[in-house]
């Protein structure tokens, strides 16, 4: 069957019947049947973490009501396994259970595996795993004297705990800092998102949409075609041409449709690769040295450069990718804004972000760079870049305040 644009009446039907039923049949690991499910509809799935505490439930001795309680609380657990919406009180109304009972329910499920899951808070959470593993129980485990402030430090003091300022923590419990950081070390080993084991997220796999290779001095963008459809008819309709002249006009105009389709499809790729030629052009520096190299660019640059409105440059770059020597990127990570450099030159924003991590990276953890420092630091690069857009690309990057970046052991 033609893809090349010529016209479908051409087809010459006998001819195509007779040569599909004299090709040999491709080989096929699934039986070559077209009414089997898809590879991906036989795959197994992991245990959601709703799954996982309902089988638990089953195994344990809740009464009816109790059952149904515990339910509700499962149902409305978050991924991280915190029960935060709705609000507990409401949970308990609806159940209309005796809210002195249904703490009770609620304790029991926190001890479900994972130990802390269906947690209000952070706090709460911890203090389920604490008191499991015997700390602050007089009944529990034998404690030295700094572990024992375990339970102190997550009741009173989770905001110094956060900013790790243990000399604070030390201060008002009236204990060393030696102390307290023992007892930080096992409060750093329970699990403040319990849920995330459970998590049934798949992974996604990136296909390139376009490759770049260099050879010799010059780049080619050459388009992924793995994934263009090809046309082909399905057994019934085959039978249905051998048999019928409506049959074949009815499948003729599907035909027509079918190509247009493709035919856009393939004026997409070309405008993909129209597009990447035009980034190499501007981007040159970066496809040979990398990321530091990366220059302020906008959509209108490259629209002007290609003859094609700023729309049409957007719409294409969106969610689509490039395999290029420096790595694999989004063809929207070549448009960014600029900073201004002190020796006139402009730097793009994604180069800032990465030095902005590799100066994080660099630091001493027990004495972290605050951002006020990355400012000094950058303008001895000749950046000239305020705090305030230092926290903002810090925050982007997913690096935590100095504050918080701080180790003491």
């Known amino acids: 069957v033609k893809t090349d644009g010529s016209s479908v009446g051409e087809i010459d039907w006998d001819t195509y019947l007779e040569n599909y039923a004299a090709a040999p049949p491709l080989p096929s690991s699934r039986g070559g049947s077209e009414e089997l499910p898809s590879l991906e509809a036989t795959l197994s799935r992991g245990t959601s973490l709703f799954d996982h505490l309902v089988w638990q439930l089953k195994l344990s001795s809740f009464s009816e009501d109790d059952e149904s309680l515990a339910m509700l609380i499962i149902g409305n657990l978050d991924p991280d396994g915190y029960l935060k919406e709705p609000p507990w009180d409401e949970i308990v109304q609806d159940s209309e259970v005796d809210p002195v009972h249904a703490e009770e329910v609620l304790r029991r499920i926190q001890e479900f595996d994972p130990v802390g899951v269906a947690a209000r808070s952070l706090e709460e959470c911890l203090l389920v795993q604490a008191r499991l593993e015997g700390y602050g129980d007089e009944d529990g485990v034998e404690t030295d004297e700094q572990r024992d402030l375990v339970v102190p430090i997550i009741e009173h003091h989770m905001a110094n705990l956060e900013k790790r300022n243990f000399g604070a923590i030390a201060k008002e419990l009236k204990r060393s800092v030696e102390d307290v950081i023992a007892a930080v070390k096992v ?3 329970f699990d403040p998102k319990p849920g995330r084991l459970y998590t049934t997220d798949e992974p996604h796999y990136i296909t390139p949409d376009v490759y770049v290779h260099k050879i010799g001095d010059k780049y080619f963008v050459v388009p992924n075609d793995d994934g263009l459809p090809k046309l082909k008819i399905s057994s019934f309709y085959r039978s249905a041409l051998a048999a019928s002249p409506k049959a074949r006009e009815y499948i003729q105009d599907k035909l027509r449709s079918a190509q247009w389709l493709i035919r856009s499809i393939q004026q997409r790729q070309r405008t993909i690769v129209r597009v990447t030629e035009s980034i190499i052009k501007f981007q040159r520096e970066f496809f040979d040295k990398g990321i530091a190299y990366l220059k302020p660019l906008i959509l209108r640059d490259v629209a002007e450069d290609i003859g094609m409105h700023e729309s049409t440059i957007s719409r294409v770059t969106t969610h689509k990718y490039v395999q290029t020597p420096q790595g694999l990127f989004e063809l929207k990570y070549f448009f960014n804004s ?21 100066l994080v990276s660099q630091e001493d953890a027990r004495h972290p760079l605050s951002d006020q420092r990355l400012v000094e630091l950058l303008r001895e690069q000749s950046i000239d870049i305020a705090r305030r857009t230092v926290a903002k690309y810090r925050e982007q990057l997913g690096i935590l305040s100095s504050s918080k970046r701080k180790q003491v052991f």
Request: proline content about 0%; charged content about 35%.
């Open 187 to 189: 409060i750093m080993t």
């Open 338 to 358: 600029g900073i201004s450099r002190t020796d006139g030159d402009n730097i793009a924003s994604e180069s800032v972000k990465d030095k902005i991590k590799q």
